[in-house]
């Protein structure tokens, strides 16, 4: 989750976007033509006598580029709800984004005129310099970044090469459809870029330097796997999804996440979030619909496990 926020507040950073045409990738770019409903729906309701209900779709992310997503039953189902829960989106213009770069400077840039091969150990960044080499030209490129943060340059221009964007929001979809459907949306303002800078400030160099590690595995030989969880989401397949479990140093960033008391507290918020505003339109009779990252849906102790703990029943699609 931490990541995929990573990834979309880095859109705004200026200098991390814009590529030269990189060399080609060693991996087939990642094709998906004709519509695509994604997976079909978890259902919750509770006890006898609760007349509340409701669907979960789970995204992911990154996905195709070239998707184009429209789930009929979605869109019948957005018949017969009565409020859209989504994750408020991030809202950074060209104007805010220099304004949090100049601001928050030391958040992302190192100091003192070192570069990256100053502040990375020795082992990472011959792996960093090993793979930026095939996405970029340009030696300096990402090199005044932190490092989890050139890093995460470097993963976005390696999606990007196979076909797979995290810009994608299946939650706009979603929110555009109840519109014209007239449902009423309920944003979850859930965490924000402030949210996410805050948690970079405090994050123990020895956790930074573990979720480098995590997004040079990615790079170096995780993208298939991104790939098929990006096919598997977009024809449906929920059992190919969990059986692409993530790779051991993607766990050991995520633990380390976990110990990190400002990131933990910021993981906790999203999980808590969510729970308690689907609990209480359950418990308010409503008929909802939320729009939810796939990791947080399945994860132990995510809004699975956590909506059966206060006794309700979820039906697996």
Known sequence: MLTAMLMT????????????????A????LVVTGERTGPGLW?????????????????????????????????????????????????????????????????????????LADVMPADLYRR????????????????????????AFLEQAALHQ?????????????????RRRSVPIEELKIAGVRDFIDALKTMPKATELTCVAAALATVESGLPRLIARAQAWA????????SLPDPQEVDA???????????????????????????????????????????LLLERGGLVDALRARGYSVDAP
């Open 43 to 115: 259902h919750v309701h509770g006890p006898t006598g609760h007349r509340g209900e409701a669907w979960i779709l789970g995204t992911v992310s990154p996905l195709p580029k070239s998707i184009t997503w429209r789930s009929r039953e979605v869109e019948e189902l957005l018949g017969r709800t009565n409020v859209v829960l989504v994750n408020k989106p991030f809202e950074i213009g060209i104007v805010r984004g220099l304004w949090l770069y100049l601001t928050q400077r030391n958040v992302f840039v190192i100091s003192n005129g070192r570069r």
């Open 128 to 151: 960093f310099e090993t793979q930026r080499v095939k996405y970029s030209n340009d030696a300096e490129k990402w090199s005044r970044y932190r490092p989890i943060i050139a890093t």
């Open 235 to 242: 024809t449906g397949d929920v059992e190919r999804i969990q």
């Open 253 to 295: 960033c995520f633990a380390a996440l976990s110990a990190d008391a400002g990131a933990a507290d910021l993981l906790t918020q999203i999980r808590k979030t969510w729970v308690d505003n689907v609990d209480a339109h359950l418990r308010q009779g409503d008929a909802s619909l939320a729009v939810v990252n796939m990791d």
């Open 9 to 24: 507040a880095l859109l705004a950073v200026p200098g991390g976007a814009a590529e030269q045409a990189p060399p080609p």
């Open 26 to 29: 060693t991996i087939d770019a």
């Open 162 to 178: 196979v076909g797979l964007s995290a810009r994608l929001d299946i939650g706009a979809e979603v929110r555009s459809l109840a």
